[in-house]
């Protein structure tokens, strides 16, 4: 029952969104539900996943085997090239060549100094301490939003940001490392300089030309086995909603797209959510808006697109959904 007094209601107009809507609520006799479930009902297997979590709240990160599983997990589910997650595990294992990491291997002490500034080139010198790194993290704050002055070792610091960012912030954030450890040769090697601004730029790039070449509008799987968007059939309309939640704010976004048989664009909207308890709230929120934009466009022959599955399955069911969203 604690999750009566932690849990916000937004209000239909909280998103602005149609309070004649799809989500109309209907008045049901109280009961006892199970709030760590999204389906509000107890299993074995979700109390099992509430025992794990409390133990891993209680270890420190880097000696938490699961806190570490954790990390492993967010870096090999990464939708990135391999020599990219490689990077960011190499990293992590802090096995990088780096001069620091040569001098240990070898016994001895030859040349520590950063190519770029002098420093003892260690592998949280590149990768985050030097001002480079720190002038490109800092060009990057508004899109990845963590503590980059944080006196932590790479595992536990990737932990802590890593755990209030969403899956595509965190692969922006590996493309970064990758991009500060390819700058790191370049200078040593090739003796080329760039700017954070140019870094910035390539980073950002990068990350829209890999998003393109993974997402064709022909029905296909791609090589990382994600669903590409496919045109409707002749005469329907498809619309494609999705939900971002942001931890550390409590709040989130939703967006809704909608285009015609040939895959051409109609509509959008996007919409600031200000108070939401969950990523399945914020999905909730957005399947709502994609239906009432429907309406407002006259209801036409149309098919529904969204990559919550939870949600999908919750607004299809015809049962009583026990959950604080139900
Ligand atoms: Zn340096």
């Not at 149609?18 to 989500?23: L, M, R």
């Not at 979590?53 to 420190?60: E, G, I, M, R, V």
């Not at 990088?96 to 520590?112: F, I, Q, V, Y």
């Not at 010198?125 to 939003?145: D, E, K």
Request: with cysteine.
């Amino acid at each position: 029952m604690e999750s009566a007094t932690s849990y916000v209601p937004v209000p239909a107009s909280g998103c602005g969104g149609d309070s004649q809507g799809a989500f109309e609520s209907s008045v049901s006799p109280d009961c006892l539900i199970w709030h760590f479930d999204h389906k509000g009902k107890f299993s074995v297997k979700s109390a099992y996943r509430v025992a794990l979590a409390l133990s891993t709240d209680l270890d420190p990160p880097s000696s938490s085997v699961s806190g570490m599983a954790q990390l492993w997990k967010w870096v090999w589910n990464a939708k990135l090239p391999k020599k990219i997650k490689l990077c960011t595990w190499r990293g992590i294992h802090d096995i990088l060549p780096t001069c620091c990491a040569l001098a240990k291997r070898r016994g001895s002490l030859p040349h520590l100094g950063c190519g770029v500034c002098g420093g003892a080139e260690s592998t949280l010198h590149i990768l985050r301490n030097y001002p480079f790194a720190q002038a490109v993290w800092c060009l990057l704050s508004g899109l990845l939003s963590f503590d980059r002055h944080a006196d932590l070792p790479l595992p536990d610091w990737l932990l802590v940001f890593w755990c209030e960012l969403p899956s595509d912030a965190r692969a922006l954030s590996m493309v970064v490392m990758w991009a500060l450890w390819s700058n790191q040769n370049d200078v040593t090697w090739r003796s080329t300089r760039r700017r954070p601004h140019d870094l910035v730029q390539f980073v950002l790039q990068y990350m829209e030309e890999f998003r393109c070449a993974n997402n064709q509008p022909t029905g296909c799987h791609d090589s990382l086995g994600a669903s590409c968007w496919s045109c409707p059939p002749s005469g329907t309309i498809k619309i494609n909603f999705v939900g971002a939640f942001h931890t550390g704010s409590t709040g989130g976004g939703v967006g809704v797209v909608i285009r015609d048989e040939n895959g051409q664009f109609l509509a959008s909207l996007a919409k600031r959510v200000l108070y939401a308890n969950s990523a399945e709230h914020v999905e909730c929120l957005a399947a709502r808006e994609a239906v009432g934009f429907w309406r407002k466009m006259g209801g036409q022959s149309v098919i529904f697109e969204g990559d919550s599955l939870n949600t999908i399955q919750d607004v299809l069911s015809s049962g009583v959904n026990l959950s604080p969203l139900g």
